[in-house]
């Protein structure tokens, strides 16, 4: 694993994980705000996510030429969350694939959201207003990246325009290239309704975007603890050196079990608050447990304990 110096961005930090597989880790508050991959399979070039930005995504995309020495042939879309899918205009020309649930998600959030930053530049400064109260270091890095992320989203908004996956796929496609092969793959959703992940077999290699948060809070309002949790389960009989996270660096198999036992601990959590009669209302009052002091976005782990404790657990 070694840093690539064959092209350089403000917005990401390329890393050789096996010949031809690179990971485009997001420099935080540039506008990439998620990870992303760069594969040469020989043949093919596949591009794993494409960022918050279409400015972002265009350096990815000219990264991807440099170091496959062709344009990019695939760009996969792994679940519906902006900061994933936003770049994917500068691959218009390209086929994009995802699962269904994943494509009709992106036509209907990504207008919305765009939308909402639009209408509403004024919450850049409330940021602004909260990073100048706030002391805790982590609650200001948090801030910090946010409006960074924010900002260059703002600076996007008018060139923003829909592109959607073009084809769509339910559990399972393999994609055949010269050298090697990958699979795109879905086992349902927790993260999201519908969460998929790149897997390199020989290389022992996965990319899983949001599945997987390495050194920051992992946010699952939008889907479902448990099933995530059965999904990594499901995940950890795969054979597998490195992985990708969506948020946060690169880390091994045991990565898997500390993003489970993530899971757990906030259900657990959510169930000694009920049963110590805590309520929504108090739940700040909850402390982060100390293994997970050091996480990036602290502001996640209330409020996924909220949502826990709105569905009933
Ligand atoms: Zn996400």
């Given at each position: 694993m070694t840093v690539s110096t064959e092209f350089s961005s403000k917005y990401f930090s390329l890393i050789s994980l096996a010949e031809g597989v690179w990971a485009a880790l997001s420099i935080p508050g540039t506008g990439s705000w998620s990870n992303a991959g760069i594969i040469d399979m020989g043949d093919q070039t596949i591009i794993f996510d494409a960022f918050a930005t279409p400015t972002a995504a265009q350096d990815l995309r000219i990264a991807a030429e440099k170091l496959t020495g062709r344009q990019a042939t695939i760009v996969l879309n792994s679940h519906y969350h902006l900061d994933h899918v936003s770049g994917n205009q500068v691959f218009q020309d390209v086929p994009i694939m995802s699962t269904k649930l994943t494509r009709e998600q992106i036509a209907i959030q990504q207008p919305r959201l765009i939308e909402i930053f639009k209408n509403n530049p004024e919450y850049l400064d409330q940021v602004k207003a909260e990073l100048e109260q706030e002391e805790s270091y982590q609650k200001r890095q948090e801030l910090e990246d946010l409006l960074g992320e924010y900002s260059m989203i703002l600076k996007d908004t008018e060139r923003f325009k829909l592109t959607l996956p073009t084809i769509t796929f339910e559990d399972t496609i393999t994609l055949n290239g010269a050298r090697m092969y990958a699979e795109f793959t879905t086992y349902g959703g927790g993260h999201t309704c519908s969460d998929s992940f790149l897997y390199l077999p020989k290389e022992q290699v996965i990319f899983l975007a949001d599945l997987m948060h390495i050194g920051y809070h992992a946010d699952f309002r939008q889907g479902n603890v448990d099933q995530w949790i059965n999904i990594l389960e499901r995940v950890k009989k795969l054979k597998i050196k490195t992985i990708v996270s969506g948020h946060g660096g690169i880390g091994t198999a045991e990565e898997l079990d500390k993003m489970i036992d993530y899971l757990n601990t906030l259900k657990q959590i959510s169930v000694d608050w009920v049963q110590h009669e805590g309520t929504i209302e108090n739940i700040d009052e909850i402390d982060i447990p100390k293994r997970y002091a050091?996480?990036?976005?602290?502001?996640i782990f209330h409020y996924n304990i909220k949502s826990l404790l709105e569905k009933g657990i």
């Open positions: 050091s996480y990036g976005a602290p502001s």
